[in-house]
């Protein structure tokens, strides 16, 4: 029987997973998939993008995951006219001291809820490159780091809306999970107007928190101690060759993505009481975590194959490892 990872606060793993599902579950209903990969990318110690059309609850849940942790967090609205020191922070002259000193951004928050953020331009994306991969800003030559955890938590609608900006591949690389929200099942909608429409469900701004920076911090470590199969670690690094030569694929995974996919199956597992990690967590994850890094080819592009259909390809033609070996 497999052992249940376990944290330094009396929960086991999945305990305190359930725990901070649920709480978010409480405001946004009929994604729970959706809220499970979010939980499992906190934990795995990545960022998230949350991608889908205008209304579908791409900031109420990343507002209802942020209000979940006894954490800081601060929101930033993304628009075209934002700078990069709206977000990171800026050297302000001090009259008393007659020295400059830096006021910290938004950024500085162990959550930052970035909405919208193909709506700010390149240079203001571009801001946050530094932060979400090396946990840190650096402004006028001196650097300052980021509190722990720190994740980034961003919503952005579909590029073909007017007035986006589309990511680059540099920074979609550094988003360890693109999770789509879409619409709700029929069952959930009419829910949602029965409670949503009454105001009788509770606001996100309302939600108690569930988890401390203390579990939080504990829960990662948690799944840092999954175990890792040398044939699961072939296979990713298989599952990431194939998406290199995919003829459809001008830009395979890098191997920060196959890091990205170890993290998040890690996490998988633990949330399923696993102290190991199995094929089906490295399968249930591809999606969201490789298929954002992906770019088509011309020749990809003409015959009508796109990022999807390629990994697709790419996952049915590595062999999956069996057995204990």
Known sequence: MARQPTTTTGLTFAEAFERVVGNVEGVIQGKTDAIRLAVCCLV???????????????????????????????????????????????????????????????????????????????????????????????ADARTYPLPS??????????????????????????????????YPDRSSEIAMLDTHGTGSTRAVDDLDAVASPAQVHAMVRAARCVHVAASIK????????????????????????????????????????RDFVVPDDVKALAGPVLEHRLVASTSGSLTGVGPGEALRDALASVPVPVGRA
């Open 44 to 138: 795995a110690e990545g960022h998230l993008l949350i991608e889908d059309v205008p209304g579908v609850g791409k900031t109420s849940m990343a507002k209802a995951l942020a209000a979940s942790l006894g954490c800081t967090w601060h929101r930033v609205q993304f628009t075209p006219d934002l700078l990069p020191s709206d977000v990171t922070g800026a050297s302000v002259y001090n009259r008393g001291t007659g020295e400059f000193e830096f006021r910290p951004g938004p950024v500085f928050a162990n959550l930052l809820v970035a909405d919208e953020v193909n709506r700010a331009s390149p240079k203001t994306q571009s801001s946050l490159l530094e932060a979400m991969e090396e946990r840190q800003v650096t």
């Open 149 to 182: 955890p720190f994740m980034v938590i961003a919503t952005q609608n579909p590029i073909e809306h007017e007035g986006t900006y589309p990511l680059p591949e540099s920074q979609l690389d550094r988003f360890l999970m693109r999770v789509p929200m879409g």
């Open 234 to 273: 072939a296979y990713l690094v298989d599952l990431a060759e194939a998406t290199r030569r995919h003829a459809g694929l001008a830009l395979g995974v890098s191997p920060r993505a196959t890091l990205a996919l170890q993290s998040a199956a890690r996490a998988r597992a633990a949330s399923e009481g």
